[in-house]
């Protein structure tokens, strides 16, 4: 990379490359709609952008640290086509981070943002989507999918990696399947009782619908706790749903 990176800046004089160092675009370049490179990290950003150059990205290079930097400099270049926004190991969920790609995707509605990050767990690439993110490309793939990537989403598209796609399949696939009768932990009251509490009832009214006294019911949810090896009504809760799914029946 330090080779490349060489050549780039000191053999071809001649042909100067878009950076995050100023404007200057040859006339091939001055052609060509833009790639905006937004990462904080000023190497990280010089390499990516000369990586993407050198794999017929088929489009110019700008790579700034921030787009504050970007509207200050941006008559110097061609107008953008895409924004790729490196995120590194940081978080979409990050509040600071998914309210910055909220307000990039507002600011350019009409240019694809494509965020790049070191991971590709799938509730990340869930909530860039929903923050106006057009794509999502882990660091794990290689430098031509990600120039792929890059090229469909300036071309309308939206790119997610299959990696994560298909982890989801887990779900798909205990979401069809019928939910455990919560019998087959508990008694016949329990069940009832662990019903009530996974609704969030109090005590009186669990006794009242199933015609029990309240010391009763109390003696039932020390056993569902016991068994469940739960410390309080929520975690009894939370443990039923997720043992049992949200659709539970009490009994067969």
Known sequence: MSSAIGLHSFALPSQPEISSGGGTRDNEQADRECLLILDGRALDRECLASALEDHDLGMAVAAMGTIEEWRIKKDSYAPLSAILFNLGGRKVTDQRISDE???????FSSVPVILLADTDDISQILVALECGARGYIPTSVGIDVCVEALNLAAAGGIFVPASSVLSMRHLIDSGSRDPRPLTTMFTHRQAEVAQALRRGKANKIIAYELNLRESTVKVHIRNI???????????VAYKVNDLFGEGAPAEE
């Open 101 to 107: 790609i909220r307000s990039i995707s507002s600011e």
């Open 225 to 235: 706790m016991k068994k469940l090896k739960a410390t309080n009504r929520t975690e």
